[in-house]
């Protein structure tokens, strides 16, 4: 049975309202991205249109002829279609693993009227929290945030005060994939794995502060959305920061090491904890 990659980008993602016909699809990778530009329609659902200046951010599936009907269907778009909504292409997709050769659904060029908002970061989830302002967001601390003592030092201490519990991803691993002045600094790479890290409940007004410590807007982390084993419970799109450029893994310096152990330290399971002690040290012997 022949089948077929598709990246999605917008209401076909997880946990999205068409994430149905892509329920039985396989998950090749859940942070892959291309390029595009991504706009807000105004009618519920994103539309990328084709650049080779901006990237758009997604997921990666293999899909079966069926499956890929389907998703037809609801893109509006036929083979010999004169009057397609969007257009199915192959393009390139680049995943932590490598890249792959996909279909993408872009908007047919008669449709361009519909690109109302320009949607910045390129990733429809990221677009979506911003207009949440009430709710609080559970985000997922792996790496340095787990630890307050920077917290106290900036005074935004009091946004990290409700702790939900111990998070564990599965599929991923925590590697020093990002070089600064100093060293390394930890990133999750989807690689298969498990990381364990501290979740906190977080007003919407503290996403501000963590995207400024991150260096969002320099591009160094971005946000994503990772689903999380919470005291055997499952916990949707989390909120979390993952490297955007990866490079060959790089030594923390101790400060940093140090932040990580002892922001740890209670919350992460000893095999864990031990793992990470170890595998610094590795990457100290070979710096």
Same mark, same amino acid.
């Given at each position: ?30 942070? %892959? ?6 706009? !807000? ?5 994103? $539309?990328?249109?084709? =650049? =080779? ?18 998703? /037809? ?22 995943? !932590?693993?490598?890249?792959?050769? $996909?279909?993408?659904? *872009? ?22 929290? #911003? ?9 997922? $601390?792996?790496?340095?945030?787990? !630890?307050?003592?920077?917290? &106290?030092? %900036? ?16 599929? +991923? *691993?925590?590697?020093?994939?990002? &070089? ?5 600094? %930890? ?20 996403? *501000?502060?963590? +995207? ?5 807007? =320099? ?7 990772? /689903? ?16 955007? =450029? &990866?490079? $060959? ?5 101790? #400060? ?15 095999? +864990? ?15």
């Amino acid at each position: 049975m022949e089948r077929f990659f598709v990246f999605v980008y917008g209401t076909l993602r997880r946990h999205e309202r068409n994430y149905y016909l892509l329920k039985e699809a396989e998950l090749v990778a859940e942070q %892959a991205w291309t390029e595009g530009k991504l706009f !807000d329609t105004g009618f519920g659902y994103p $539309a990328l249109q084709e =650049s =080779s200046s901006d990237v758009v951010y997604g997921e990666l599936y293999l899909v079966t002829e069926g499956q890929l009907y389907r998703l /037809d269907e609801l893109e509006g778009y036929s083979v010999e279609g004169q009057d397609n909504l969007y257009n199915r292409k192959k393009q390139l997709i680049f995943h !932590d693993t490598g890249k792959t050769e $996909a279909f993408v659904y *872009t908007i047919a060029k008669p449709n361009n009227h519909m690109l109302k908002t320009p949607i910045v970061s390129g990733d429809w989830k990221e677009y979506n929290l #911003h207009l949440r302002k009430q709710d609080p967001i559970l985000y997922f $601390a792996y790496g340095s945030c787990m !630890d307050d003592a920077r917290f &106290k030092l %900036a005074k935004v201490d009091q946004y990290f005060q409700k702790v939900t519990g111990t998070g564990i991803l599965h599929g +991923y *691993t925590l590697r020093y994939s990002v &070089k600064v002045a100093d060293g390394g600094r %930890a990133d999750i790479v989807e690689e298969g794995g498990i990381v364990e890290g501290k979740v906190y409940e977080i007003p919407p007004d503290c996403v *501000t502060y963590l +995207y400024r410590r991150e260096g969002v807007g =320099s591009c160094l982390y971005r946000p994503t959305f990772v /689903d999380l084993f919470i005291n055997g419970s499952l916990y949707k799109d989390v909120l979390t920061f993952t490297v955007v =450029s &990866k490079e $060959a893994e790089t030594a923390p310096p101790k #400060h940093y090491s140090e932040e990580i152990i002892r922001g740890g330290t209670g919350f992460l399971s000893e095999a +864990y904890l031990e793992k990470l002690k170890n595998h610094i040290n590795i990457l100290c012997k070979q710096s």
